[in-house]
């Protein structure tokens, strides 16, 4: 991409994450897409996960923080306002973030093989502190997910490490303790008892995902609503399990949400199971399923998709942004404190085209080119 595309880049948010600069009515939530007061017009990657903040890089491998919670997340004194303009984290991490995430509390940034870990929530001993961690891989970081209390690294030689609290298996190395190992444990891929590389990863808010080189996703952790995807609501699922139910579909990219699950195959299909309350799910019923099920009302095959707590995103490949699930805090982007039961275009500007977009635990981002 170059420099002249990157400074007519805009990013978009709504739901639970902006200032009272941005809605005074309302400090907290926005239902409509409203444009992100950028302090770099080069903002051009936004990533998934947060509650109450968000997070994006620019051009130059800087990470910015904002929103309601961002003063929390920093361990910085202060009232949401103080939150209202993206920070950079350049005093802590400098330049050269490769890629992040962020779960309920906490953020994960990678920077070559090193990924760093800061916010109130939980290291790898599973201790709650708000001091930065730094996790070395043997192989540069090629992905992070974060769920609500658990971390996944994933490396480019395709081997998956997993961290945090443990409570429902959700770290996959076969047990349920309340803390994780002591080191991030080798959960899959190469050096693992399951050497199969591990293309792409995603954290539910107590569960994990995780694809294989040939396609087929795995499951496993909290999985009471069937979201793990063994076809059988459990408490915990401690071991990765193949979700038999997506047979012979080559599936790309995977996400989780608080209770539900995504799965996007190459063809551009897209498959939800699990909780599905607030219509997350994106099936027209409020009935939740614990096996995989084709969104038949998306007639345009899709591009990415991303889960937050109880809504989902999905970007289709003509840059069409969809939206399902809870719309109390206006995450879906409607307008409306309503949920959408069916996947329903987010409104952007005109002539302007959406590239990318990532869910908050209540909030969602859209990147415009």
Same mark, same amino acid.
């Given at each position: 991409v170059d420099t002249q595309q990157h400074l007519t880049m805009a990013i978009l948010q709504t739901g639970f994450i902006a200032s009272g600069r941005v809605d005074p009515a309302n400090s907290a939530e926005i239902t409509s897409p409203t444009p992100l007061a950028l302090p770099h017009a080069?903002?051009?990657?936004?990533?998934?996960?947060?509650?109450?903040?968000?997070?994006?890089?620019?051009?130059?491998?800087?990470l910015f923080v904002w929103g309601v919670?961002?003063?929390?997340?920093?361990?910085?004194?202060?009232?949401?306002?103080?939150?209202?303009?993206?920070?950079?984290?350049?005093?802590?991490?400098?330049?050269?973030?490769?890629?992040?995430?962020?779960?309920?509390?906490?953020?994960?940034?990678?920077t070559g093989e090193e990924t760093h870990v800061f916010g109130p929530s939980y290291t790898p001993q599973g201790v709650r502190g708000l001091h930065l961690a730094s996790i070395h891989t043997p192989h540069p970081v090629a992905a992070l997910a974060a769920g609500e209390h658990h971390s996944l690294i994933l490396t480019r030689a395709g081997s998956l490490y997993a961290f945090g609290l443990n409570r429902e298996g959700q770290l996959?190395?076969?047990?349920?303790?309340?803390?994780?190992?002591?080191?991030?444990?080798?959960?899959?891929?190469?050096?693992?008892?399951?050497?199969?590389?591990?293309?792409?990863?995603a954290a539910g808010?107590? !569960? @994990? #995902? %995780?694809? *294989?080189?040939? $396609?087929? &996703?795995?499951? =496993? /952790?909290?999985?009471?609503?069937? +979201?793990?995807?063994?076809?059988?609501?459990?408490?915990?699922?401690?071991?990765?399990?193949?979700?038999?139910?997506?047979?012979?579909?080559?599936?790309?990219?995977?996400?989780?949400?608080?209770? !539900? @699950? #995504? %799965?996007? *195959?190459?063809? $551009?299909? &897209?498959?939800? =199971? /699990?909780?599905?309350?607030?219509? +997350?799910?994106g099936d027209g019923t409020t009935q939740t399923s614990l096996?995989?099920?084709?969104?038949?009302?998306?007639?345009?095959?899709?591009?990415?998709?991303?889960?937050?707590?109880?809504?989902?995103?999905? #970007?289709?490949? *003509?840059?069409?942004?969809?939206?399902?699930?809870? /719309?109390?805090?206006?995450?879906?982007?409607?307008g409306r404190y309503e949920d959408s039961l069916a996947p329903t275009a987010v409104a952007s500007p005109a002539g302007r085209r959406v590239t990318a977009l990532a869910a908050g635990w209540w909030h969602s981002l859209f990147v415009l080119a």
């Open positions: 080069d903002l051009v990657k936004a990533y998934p996960g947060g509650w109450g903040f968000g997070l994006a890089s620019n051009a130059g491998g800087s919670n961002a003063a929390t997340l920093l361990d910085k004194q202060g009232s949401a306002e103080d939150g209202a303009d993206p920070s950079a984290l350049d005093q802590v991490l400098g330049d050269g973030v490769t890629t992040a995430a962020a779960g309920f509390d906490h953020v994960l940034v990678a996959g190395t076969g047990r349920t303790d309340a803390r994780g190992p002591e080191a991030p444990a080798l959960v899959l891929g190469p050096g693992s008892s399951r050497p199969e590389p591990i293309t792409a990863v808010a107590r !569960h @994990s #995902l %995780a694809v *294989t080189r040939q $396609g087929q &996703v795995l499951g =496993w /952790g909290w999985s009471l609503h069937g +979201q793990a995807g063994t076809g059988e609501a459990t408490p915990a699922v401690s071991s990765p399990h193949l979700v038999a139910a997506l047979g012979p579909l080559v599936v790309d990219s995977v996400a989780g949400g608080q209770a !539900h @699950s #995504l %799965a996007l *195959t190459q063809d $551009g299909d &897209v498959y939800a =199971w /699990g909780l599905n309350g607030d219509g +997350q799910l096996q995989p099920k084709l969104l038949e009302a998306v007639t345009v095959p899709v591009a990415s998709i991303s889960a937050g707590a109880r809504h989902s995103l999905l #970007l289709t490949r *003509t840059g069409c942004a969809l939206a399902a699930g809870h /719309g109390a805090f206006g995450a879906t982007g409607t």
